[in-house]
């Protein structure tokens, strides 16, 4: 039995749901999975030898990602390193299938690229919109990006892109990814 440890950050919910979903997927097969809040995990701290894998997973803000995350893989650059860690990314921009690609995904590529930490393992995940549940100048701001970008503009509209049958596949990934640890 492999135990793995998923760290999320997540805004309006959406990423904590696909952690549980991650998380789900690994349990099913007779694993031992928890998840853990970022914010929560730097202050109460991390007992990493009791993680075989380590699944780091964010949302994207406005082109970017919470500065706690990457201030905790810059604290725990070393750790994370050292062990068998996959990264995921959950953003609207990846609701189209070619923006699921490293070579297509400018957010993904923009972790690798700003995170003192160099995951080695990526998963893009498309996210949820939800216009209701955001303020309205968030709602606003994104209606604009989905205007240009030809998505949708609705300020009524609740759209949940993810694929969660891929969701639970990428559970069952991490698992093979401890068999390399
Ligand atoms: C304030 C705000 C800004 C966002 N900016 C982007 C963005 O720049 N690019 C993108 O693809 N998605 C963007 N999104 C979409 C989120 O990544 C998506 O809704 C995700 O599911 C949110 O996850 P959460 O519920 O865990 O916070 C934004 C969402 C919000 C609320």
Redesign the pocket.
Known sequence: MKSILIL???????????SRHIMQAINAQQHHCEMMDITEASKEGIEWDKWDAVVVG???????YDKSVFAFCEQHQQQLTEKAVSFFS??????KPE?RLLENNK?MQKFIRLSAWKPQDIKII?????YP???WL??L??RL?MKITDGPTDPTAVID??DWDDVAAYGEHIIRLTDKA
């Open positions: 999320y950050y997540s805004r309006g919910g959406h990423t904590a749901r696909i964010a949302c994207v803000l406005y082109g970017t959950v953003n609207v921009v990846a609701r923006k957010y498309a996210g949820k919109v939800d549940s955001w303020g968030d709602s701001m994104i990006i892109y993810t």
